[in-house]
């Protein structure tokens, strides 16, 4: 199954086009890195996606709902992690999780332990969030995303500003989820040896285009890393 189809997907800023006819599959239960420095257009492919940018070319379909036409069942499949999570400080992570699950319309979540749990925040639940260290509340905002039980999970930079341990936990929840609830997983990074350590494939970006997509077991069988597969393909693309 799609979960997530665009085909030829073009933006543009002020007549200049950041989007160049970007084409991207994911299926069911994939963990796909999106991999390229910063400015490539990933934050804007992954705004594209969740309808926070009028496209100028191209379609967008979230288990074969159209974004632009059917705008809430698409996005009703789909939990994410943009920037920052948006969190009340004064209130504790269990009270956050109960006022998100009413914005989306879940009056009386099940789940709450599950994914507090299932994100190791059961013994700070009940505290107050700005007493939570960074790692925390992005493991908060994990638990966030997934109260609508999303197929597609999207996480633009999750590691940034995370230390090695707060890297390591996060890495070890995706794997889970995955694993668990056979979501698909959608994370964008400049960081390639952590896309690296928890990615099946790797989608690179440049410039705004797709440069590759391939899986990083066959990136393994080279003997080399992802950081020299896109440095080669990057450099490629220059000269030609």
């Known amino acids: 199954m799609k979960v997530l189809e665009a085909v030829e997907v073009r933006k543009k800023f002020h007549r200049k086009e950041v989007l160049h ?18 400015g490539a257009g990933k934050s804007t492919f992954i705004k594209s996606v969740l309808g926070l940018y009028h496209l100028d070319g191209g379609s967008i379909r979230i288990c074969d709902y159209d974004v632009k036409k059917d705008f809430e069942k698409a996005l009703r499949n789909v939990g994410c992690i943009v920037e920052n ?6 209130i504790s992570g269990w009270k956050n999780l109960e006022i998100c699950a009413l914005m989306n319309g879940i009056s009386h979540p099940k789940n709450l332990e599950v994914l507090v749990n299932l994100v190791h925040l059961e013994d700070a639940i009940h505290h107050k969030v700005k007493t939570y260290s960074l790692g925390m509340k992005q493991r908060l905002g994990l638990a966030q995303a997934l109260l609508n039980h999303p197929k597609l999970l999207i996480l633009d930079e999750p590691t940034n500003g995370l230390d090695p341990l707060g890297i390591k936990e996060l890495r070890e929840i995706l794997k889970r989820i995955n694993q668990e609830y056979k979501m698909t997983i959608f994370i964008s990074s400049h960081i390639l040896s952590e896309i690296e350590n928890v990615c099946d494939r790797v989608i690179l970006i440049q410039e705004g285009k797709i440069v590759e997509s391939i899986a990083v077991s066959e990136i393994k069988d080279k ?6 597969e896109f440095l080669t393909k990057t450099l490629k693309q220059d000269g030609e």
């Open 21 to 38: 006819g970007i084409d991207i599959t994911l299926e069911e239960g994939e963990i796909v890195g999106f991999v390229g420095p910063n």
């Open 85 to 90: 999570p948006d969190m009340y400080q004064n």
């Open 223 to 228: 003997n080399i890393s992802l950081e020299d």
